[in-house]
């Protein structure tokens, strides 16, 4: 029912929020009804302060374009059934998110996860750790990047 606005949402928060945004989504709490469990409240401490960072720049009110937050996924229009609409636009999120969580892991690892890495492995050989800190260091890493490591440094 939403899929079309959500989408709109996420291209929007893909321009104007940090990369990997839908990874700061906890998603048993995630509630659009609740401005501070909402995506944006989640993401910017709360919905009015997210709707106006990332709000499109022809919007002349922010206080005023409703609408334009709704045609973005972020709230329904006013009816009867206003909480049923948020219960339904919260699912929809759920689905959205967690298909970009699964996308982004299928795509390979982002320029932020290459510069831990880097940031890791010169720690490691210029820093002067110790093996039982490398060792320590490595376990808690996914073990394909475990094993870059330790390749890289020897270990």
């Not at 919007?59 to 948020?86: M, P």
């Not at 999120?93 to 890791?120: M, N, S």
């Not at 210029?126 to 094993?147: C, H, Q, R």
């Amino acid at each position: 029912m939403f899929r079309h606005e959500i989408q709109a949402g996420i291209e929007l928060l893909n321009e104007r929020a940090a990369e990997g945004w839908f990874n700061r989504i906890n998603l048993d709490e995630l509630k659009m009804s609740d401005c501070y469990k909402c995506v944006l409240g989640q993401l910017f401490q709360e919905y009015a302060m997210g709707w106006a960072l990332v709000c499109p720049d022809d919007e002349d009110d922010l206080w005023l374009t409703e609408d334009s937050a709704a045609t973005h996924g972020f709230d329904v229009l006013g009816s009867k059934e206003r909480f049923r609409l948020y219960d339904m636009l919260t699912d929809e999120w759920v689905e959205a998110i967690e298909k970009l969580r699964a996308d982004h892991a299928q795509a390979g690892y982002t320029a932020v996860d290459l510069c831990l890495v880097l940031f890791i492995v010169s720690a490691l050989l210029f820093d002067g750790w110790m093996y039982v800190e490398i060792a320590n260091t490595l376990k808690g890493l996914p073990t394909d990047i475990a094993s870059v490591i330790a390749a890289a440094v020897g270990f």
